[in-house]
């Protein structure tokens, strides 16, 4: 009885160490299997998804539709440059506030936000080959008098904080006047016009004629002026990503040479360009 318990034991031991043998005989030989494959030269890496920052309130460069999804200008020509540069890209609603922190902290890996080149920015942060042209435009109320920029300086101006628009501003009305009022949108600062808690807000013109055309119960004009300068749009990365930067910039080369760039802004801008429209 004890005997033949033992042998059952010993049988049933002995059949598990055998399948164990077997198990780690499998597991070696797939152990082995990466190690052959890392000398050989052609191992695909998993691919990687680079994470685009975007301040989705800013139409028609980047704002959300009726399904929460991310659309417009910024948003074709970056998903094109990444598919020319054979990358894969995800969009992220990202305030603009801030922004430029979390390509630094490497929480973004680009951004895309009408964002101007200037050499401020270029200090903390790498920018593409410009890909899009821009002006600052004023808008008021239709029966508003204000008719250049100097007028606004005894009256209360709309911003988004931090943009080249609150630059300009801040340098006609002084960085501490309370006539200077900062939204973090700039939705948030022409909705402010509308409600006459402003007199006028400054923004890049293509947000501008967008609005106003979109929303003609506003009841707005825009005023464009000679002494706003012309400004670019560039896509960001942390300083030093020469690689990234260098994969965007061909990419960006490409839809240009290709036509593709022609027929994302025409879909957005029709065939004039938004510097041409603004001027009207
Ligand atoms: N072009 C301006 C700047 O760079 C405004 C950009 C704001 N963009 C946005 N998505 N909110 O300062």
Not at 35 to 58: F, K, L, N
Not at 80 to 96: D, S
Not at 163 to 176: M, N, P, R, S
């Amino acid at each position: 009885m004890s005997t033949s318990l033992t042998t059952r034991r010993f049988l049933k031991t002995g059949a598990a160490l055998a399948v164990a043998l077997v198990l780690a005989a499998c597991g070696k030989k797939e152990e082995a299997a990466p190690a052959a494959a890392a000398s050989a030269p052609a191992e695909t890496p998993p691919a990687r998804v680079y994470v685009v920052g975007t301040d989705a309130a800013y139409a028609p460069f980047e704002s959300q539709n009726e399904k929460g999804e991310i659309v417009g200008f910024d948003i074709d020509v970056v998903s094109a440059v990444a598919q020319k540069a054979g990358i894969q890209v995800k969009f992220v609603n990202t305030p603009w506030e801030g922004m430029f922190n979390t390509v630094a902290q490497g929480d973004r890996d680009l951004l895309v936000s009408a964002i101007t080149i200037t050499d401020e920015r270029k200090q903390t942060m790498d920018f593409s080959a410009p890909y899009f042209d821009a002006q600052q435009l004023i808008a008021v109320k239709e029966d508003s008098k204000v008719a250049k920029f100097e007028d606004l300086k005894k009256l209360k101006v709309g911003v988004q904080t931090g943009t080249t628009g609150d630059e300009v501003v801040t340098k006609l009305i002084g960085k501490d006047s309370t006539a200077i009022k900062r939204f973090e949108s700039t939705p948030l600062a022409l909705k402010e016009l509308e409600s006459g808690g402003v007199d006028a807000v400054v923004a890049d013109n293509g947000v501008v004629i967008h609005y106003v055309a979109n929303n003609a119960g506003s009841k707005f004009k825009t005023v464009s002026d000679t002494t706003f300068t012309p400004e670019q749009y560039g896509i960001v990365v942390k300083k030093g990503n020469a690689e990234l930067l260098e994969k965007i910039n061909k990419g960006l080369a490409d839809i240009k040479a290709d036509g593709t760039y022609d027929k994302i802004y025409a879909s957005w801008f029709g065939a004039a360009p938004a510097a041409a429209a603004a001027s009207k």
